[in-house]
């Protein structure tokens, strides 16, 4: 049972271009969530998080939406870069356990 | 500067061995994980533990176990490895009270079982 989802495995962008990724969840329990990005051979790097009683979140060229009604949330590149091509993993945190739970990624490819 | 540290980058193993993956964060937190990452899969939660001596099942925990015996250190144990353990294995840690909830990576083991 999978608690996000990340429906997309890739997405293709234009250099200066705006990326749009998506994520959905299905436990309204979730406090907070979280987007990471991930190069190969790496670990993940955290890049912008949000509160489950905040509906935006905004750092430099990094925005997070979020639609509790719809269970929904979405992290904005704007405007993309070659170094963004990454894989990026929305994540949800409870704080019944302090655990996160993490969707399957998302491989972003920026073309120049 | 926030670190967290394992102790191999690359690991070739045979099926049967027991191994040991080490973990540690100099950043003083209490909550340390072991995820493993698989194409297609995500990350996945296998063990965790929120203080020394305390251990909590994820979702994999099967053919695994850890040891947590100093805050800073959290290690991963292979009792017979398998072939189907060939994956990356990350480690993490957080601080309970952290107010974005981050979790702090190190930059993971590629472990090979042959």
């Known amino acids: 049972d999978q608690q996000v989802k990340q429906n997309s495995p890739s997405l293709s962008v234009q250099e200066g271009r705006i990326s749009i990724l998506n994520c959905d969840y299905t436990?309204?329990?979730?406090?907070?969530f979280l987007w990471y990005k991930k190069y190969p051979a790496e670990g993940p790097t955290f890049l912008i998080s949000i509160s489950s009683i905040k509906d935006k979140n905004e750092d430099g060229r990094f925005t997070v939406f979020l639609n509790k009604s719809a269970k929904h949330l979405s992290l904005h590149i704007v405007p993309s870069q070659p170094g963004d091509s990454a894989v990026y993993f929305c994540a949800a945190w409870s704080g019944a356990n302090s655990k996160l739970t993490f969707g399957k990624g998302i491989t972003l490819s920026v073309r120049p | 500067d926030v670190k967290v540290t394992q102790s191999s980058r690359y690991l070739v193993k045979r099926t049967g061995e027991k191994v040991f993956l080490e973990c540690v964060q100099d950043?003083?937190?209490?909550?340390m994980f072991w995820y493993r990452q698989d194409p297609g899969l995500g990350l996945r939660l296998i063990y965790f533990?929120?203080?020394?001596?305390?251990?909590e099942k994820g979702d994999i925990p099967e053919g695994y176990s850890v040891s947590r015996e100093k805050k800073e250190r959290f290690s991963l144990i292979l009792e017979s490895a398998s072939t189907n353990q060939t994956s990356m294995y990350l480690c993490?840690?957080?601080?309970?009270?952290?107010?974005?909830?981050?979790?702090?990576f190190g930059p993971g083991t590629r472990l090979t079982v042959t």
């Open positions: 533990s929120y203080d020394v001596k305390m251990k």
């Open positions: 950043m003083d937190h209490e909550n």
């Open positions: 436990n309204s329990m979730f406090d907070y």
């Open positions: 993490a840690s957080s601080d309970p009270l952290g107010g974005t909830r981050e979790q702090y």
